[in-house]
């Protein structure tokens, strides 16, 4: 069983700076994809970013490009999301999610999510 737990979440003016932290239980941390999803209310879940098992490929939207940066340390079991130059749009909740294998980008296919972080970010 995998468990994940994010944190690291909370209220920040627009411009500002959060890192948000996935800790993930399991001794195959590194087999496992990890992605980053946010939802804002009344919409639905959408990717952010993953970045495969030993880190040598990262992905982003589009509107988080230049401003958001992924990692993952696998000593630790922990994935990042350093969220730099934050705009009110940026606010949702944001998941981490793990998957063995299928599409980064595609929700659906993760096995396992956490139970979420609340990004707030006001202008």
């Known amino acids: 069983q995998v468990q994940l737990v994010e944190s690291g979440g909370g209220l920040v003016q627009a411009g500002g700076s959060l890192r948000l932290s996935c800790a993930v239980s399991g001794r195959t941390f590194s087999r496992y994809a990890m992605g980053w999803f946010r939802q804002a209310p009344g919409k639905e879940r959408e990717f952010v970013a993953s970045?495969?098992?030993?880190?040598?490929?990262?992905r982003y939207t589009d509107s988080v490009k230049g401003r958001f940066t992924m990692s993952r340390d696998n000593a630790k079991n922990t994935v990042y999301l350093q969220m730099n130059r934050l705009q009110p749009e940026d606010t949702a909740v944001y998941y981490c999610?793990?998957?063995?294998?299928?599409?980064?980008?595609?929700?659906?296919?993760?096995?396992?999510w956490g139970q979420g972080t609340q990004v707030t970010v006001s202008s």
């Open positions: 970045i495969s098992g030993f880190g040598d490929r990262i």
């Open positions: 999610a793990a998957q063995y294998s299928g599409s980064y980008y595609i929700a659906y296919d993760y096995e396992y």
